[in-house]
């Protein structure tokens, strides 16, 4: 738990999946506070955080049906793809003497000024893998008993991966 007194900021450290053996770094930084040794460490801000301590847990009761929140995790990886799947590009016409065209990105710059491409430039490459938060999703259902959230809607990643769920800011 960090507090606006000693770290500057407000915020809680969760951890789950306990494990035997970490390395030394996450070892150290859980000895420190007194905790088990957790394979998952994120740490999320809060402003309230009031009567928990160290090792206490945290489960599905805080949400309620009815109330929006947002679901954060990493997005399915789609590896190396070109700009007309990443970036939603055109593509070129399909006639008109146009041989191999139809997918290409078009043109990446001007000529002898500036005489290369500007950073930022939006090119094939790899997509997917990243951080993806998606926002104002309802709960549907709180199963206390087997600690289960039924959230209406997608929610970012493939199967089994991990996700924050956090309370959403919005009034509804």
Known sequence: ????????????????????????????????????????????????????????QIDVGMFEAGEKVNVTGVSKGKGFQGGVKRYNFRGGPKTHGQSDRHRAPGSIGAGTTPGRVIKGMRMAGRMGGDKVTVKNLDVVMVDAERNLLLVKGAVPGHRNSLLLISKSNTKS
């Open 1 to 56: 738990i960090k507090s606006l007194k000693k770290d500057g900021y407000q915020s809680v450290q969760l951890g789950f999946e306990r494990v035997k053996r970490s390395n030394k770094p996450k070892s150290g930084h859980l000895a420190v506070a007194g905790s088990d040794l957790f394979r998952h460490l994120r740490e999320t801000k809060s402003e309230d955080y009031e009567g928990l301590e160290v090792g206490s």
